[in-house]
């Protein structure tokens, strides 16, 4: 299957007054056309610095140190600005966490979306209309006509979040990254806004590279997972490898603290201790002080990423029995 996106050691480096931090520290996957992949992992373990690696959208005083990151062989990282807003919107698009800081609270909806268009595509202001309109309605936005020439203020979180897709779609990109874009929706619209994204995954023929925390939504949607922790891989796998099979100690950590259909219990497990700071990375492998299973090799090396099975990848020196 042809590769469509492939990242290969991706490093992004943050200067702060203690030293360099790298919040991405030789990061690699692909995702094949038309497929998802899904990214978990703790708050800060680098989920969304690496897409907005790929997107160009890393402000001093970071920036990307070392990799490459190629979508249909065009090597994003080697792009200037002007090659990147000629690309943005049009080949790859992003739908952010929080669609009330990523749209301009002074401009109506409906001239947001337009204004990607007319930027990309050959089309004038009256056809771009009628598009962001048929756009807002294939999202499940009622009254898209009157919601177009609404602000931002004036929609739901929900129709927000409906929004901000339909405007990520309005060029018909070819990637889409999704960063956690049901996090702050109540599971109602969460799982509607989860339908939506895979319906319109199959109409567009969308490579989705889908960023939560979230492992439930990552079983619905994912067809491989990547696992990251204090901004390395730490596990890779096919979903269904990967919820029935875990080989590292933090995957399976994870999985275990999910609660069970039908489970009572007193209370659900736990990861022990806190995520260390970046800029005190431990030696060896960086969860090797919360870790079970760590054995003397975990604490002088940073463990290597092996290939058990096919497509199943760890980066573990004492992996979890399948």
């Given at each position: 299957m042809e590769e469509h996106v492939v990242v290969k050691d991706l490093v992004t480096t943050f200067q702060?007054?203690?030293?360099?931090?790298?919040?991405?520290?030789?990061?690699?996957?692909?995702i094949p056309k038309g497929k998802t992949l899904g990214i978990v992992g703790e708050s800060g373990c680098g989920?969304?610095?690496?897409?907005?690696?790929?997107?160009?959208?890393?402000d001093p005083p970071g920036q990307v140190t070392k990799g490459s990151a190629k979508l249909s062989g065009r090597d994003l990282l080697s792009l200037d600005e002007s090659e990147l807003e000629d690309i943005r919107g049009k080949k790859i698009a992003m739908i952010f966490q929080e669609p009330m800081t990523a749209f301009n609270p002074v401009?109506?909806?409906?001239?947001q979306i337009i204004e990607q268009m007319l930027r990309h595509l050959d089309i004038d202001k009256d056809e771009a209309s009628k598009r962001a309109i048929e756009?807002?309605?294939?999202?499940?936005?009622?009254?898209?006509?009157?919601?177009?020439?609404?602000?931002?203020?004036?929609?739901?979180?929900?129709?927000?979040?409906?929004?901000?897709?339909?405007?990520?779609?309005?060029?018909e990109?070819?990637?889409?990254?999704?960063?956690?874009?049901?996090?702050?929706?109540?599971?109602?619209?969460?799982?509607?806004?989860?339908?939506?994204?895979?319906?319109?995954?199959?109409?567009?023929?969308?490579?989705?590279?889908f960023i939560t925390h979230d492992l439930g939504v990552i079983s619905e949607l994912a067809d491989e997972v990547l696992v990251m922790y204090m901004g390395r891989v730490?596990?890779?796998?096919?979903?269904?490898?990967?919820?029935?099979?875990?080989?590292?100690?933090?995957?399976?950590?994870?999985?275990n603290s999910l609660p069970k259909l039908g489970q009572r219990v007193e209370k659900l497990p736990t990861i022990e201790g806190q995520v260390p700071a970046l800029i005190n990375?431990?030696?060896?492998?960086?969860?090797?002080?919360?870790c079970p299973h760590a054995i003397d090799p975990c604490f002088r090396s940073q463990p290597p990423i092996v290939?058990?099975?096919?497509?199943?990848?760890?980066?573990?020196?004492?992996?979890?029995?399948?």
């Open positions: 702060t007054k203690h030293g360099p931090v790298n919040a991405v520290d030789g990061v690699s996957y692909s989920k969304t610095v690496t897409s907005f690696s790929l997107m160009g959208l890393i401009l109506t909806v409906g001239e756009l807002l309605s294939l999202v499940g936005i009622p009254e898209p006509e009157s919601r177009f020439s609404n602000y931002p203020h004036q929609l739901s979180g929900g129709m927000r979040q409906r929004a901000m897709i339909a405007m990520a779609l309005s060029c990109p070819e990637f889409l990254i999704a960063d956690e874009p049901t996090t702050a929706l109540d599971v109602t619209i969460q799982a509607q806004i989860l339908d939506l994204i895979q319906d319109i995954q199959k109409k567009f023929g969308m490579t989705v590279q730490c596990e890779q796998a096919s979903g269904e490898d990967l919820f029935s099979k875990p080989r590292h100690p933090y995957t399976h950590a994870l999985l990375r431990p030696e060896g492998c960086a969860f090797q002080g919360r290939e058990l099975s096919p497509n199943h990848k760890v980066a573990c020196f004492n992996p979890v029995e399948a």
